[in-house]
């Protein structure tokens, strides 16, 4: 039982930190809205898109690692289960970026 909430919470924490990256400053209407409220130059602008879309590689790389480490020490009866769990962490994290008219495809991850 403590494994598994383990399991669950690391789960959310990294995806709760890739939904607040994606909600945040990162790409698209987020660099204008941070552009805007601290006055950033056109050339701080885009230095500050591209820091945010290197952490979005690093933290999708990141739970791709967390997920291959997990699913090592399951059975395959939690595996199924997990693979579940994250299909719909995916579905819930597409569905906010849908609701923010970004555009972007979930890529299940």
């Known amino acids: ?8 919470s690391l789960v959310a924490l990294l995806g709760a930190s890739a939904v607040m990256a994606d909600q945040g400053f990162g790409g698209g209407k987020g660099i204008d809205r941070m552009k805007t409220f601290l006055g950033l130059s056109d050339t701080q602008a885009v230095q500050v898109d591209s820091i945010m879309q290197d952490q979005q590689v690093r933290m999708k ?7 291959q480490r997990i699913q090592a020490l399951l059975t395959p009866e939690q595996s199924a289960k997990f693979q579940q769990m994250e ?9 906010r970026m849908g609701r923010q008219g970004n555009g972007d495809a979930p890529d299940g991850n």
């Open 61 to 67: 790389a990141l739970r791709e690692e967390t997920n």
């Open 1 to 8: 039982m403590k494994k598994a909430l383990i399991i669950t």
């Open 87 to 95: 299909q719909q962490r995916g579905e819930r994290q597409g569905n």
